[in-house]
T-cell receptor, first 117, second 113 residues
Framework: GAVVSQHPSWVICKSGTSVKIECRSL??????MFWYRQFPKQSLMLMAT?????????EQGVEKDKFLINHASLTLSTLTVTSAHPEDSSFYIC?????????????FGPGTRLTVL | QQQVKQSPQSLIVQKGGISIINCAYE??????FPWYQQFPGKGPALLIA?????SEKKEGRFTISFNKSAKQFSLHIMDSQPGDSATYFC????????????FGTGTRLTVIP
């Protein structure tokens, strides 16, 4: 199937700093990518939809000024957590729709563990 | 509001047994129903998916049963193995898989030897 990568796989930062997370579709192009957040032992919750060439669409309750999304190319979307605080500590996962044997499927990255001290 | 309801929350099965996880949805516009397997600290991996034009799909030991009229679908893992121990999420979406997914709450499966 299609491959989605994320970088870094984990990051530890001090409160008040900004952290950038990259999501790449390695062998296919994605005009849309999705960012999810997952707290321990919970399900994945959609944060925002990243659109290549246009502004991201944020889910209700997600601060767009805090979680900056840039879809720079057809294979790269970045999520920047600005002025991070301990409550932002979570597992951030991106996904992209791609074709697998002709059928459209959603492929997920390996996730990025963010810990804010 | 939880768009996709999943049960049970946790499941313990003996090696060689059948694991069954159930999900239900309300939105009749949903047309893509995948199941994901997630190990601790890893991203979800697509296990198997079904579209509403069929009632069952089988891939190896994994089978999805789909009941369109009841708006329910389930995952059956035959001959469960300790390596299957993971958290399983059902999901649903519209747009044939191109749109964002609505996830169930997850089922933590433990297969004991």
């Amino acid at each position: 199937g299609a491959v989605v990568s994320q970088h870094p796989s984990w990051v530890i930062c001090k409160s008040g700093t900004s952290v950038k997370i990259e999501c790449r579709s390695l062998d296919f192009q994605a005009t849309t990518m999705f960012w999810y957040r997952q707290f321990p032992k919970q399900s994945l919750m959609l944060m925002a939809t990243s659109n290549e060439g246009s502004k991201a669409t944020y889910e209700q309750g997600v601060e767009k000024d805090k979680f900056l999304i840039n879809h720079a190319s057809l294979t790269l979307s970045t999520l920047t957590v600005t002025s991070a605080h301990p409550e932002d500590s979570s597992f951030y996962i991106c996904s992209a729709p791609g074709r697998d044997f002709g059928a459209m499927e959603q492929f997920f990255g390996p996730g990025t563990r963010l810990t804010v001290l | 509001q939880q768009q996709v309801k999943q049960s049970p929350q946790s499941l313990i099965v003996q090696k060689g047994g059948i694991s069954i996880i159930n999900c239900a949805y309300e939105n009749t516009a949903f047309d893509y129903f995948p199941w994901y397997q997630q190990f601790p600290g890893k991203g979800p991996a697509l296990l198997i998916a079904i579209r509403p034009d069929v009632s069952e799909k089988k891939e190896g030991r994994f089978t999805i049963s789909f009941n369109k009229s009841a708006k329910q679908f389930s995952l059956h893992i035959m001959d469960s193995q300790p390596g299957d121990s993971a958290t399983y999420f059902c999901a649903a979406t519209s747009g044939g898989g191109a749109n964002n997914l609505f996830f169930g709450t997850g089922t933590r499966l433990t297969v004991i030897p």
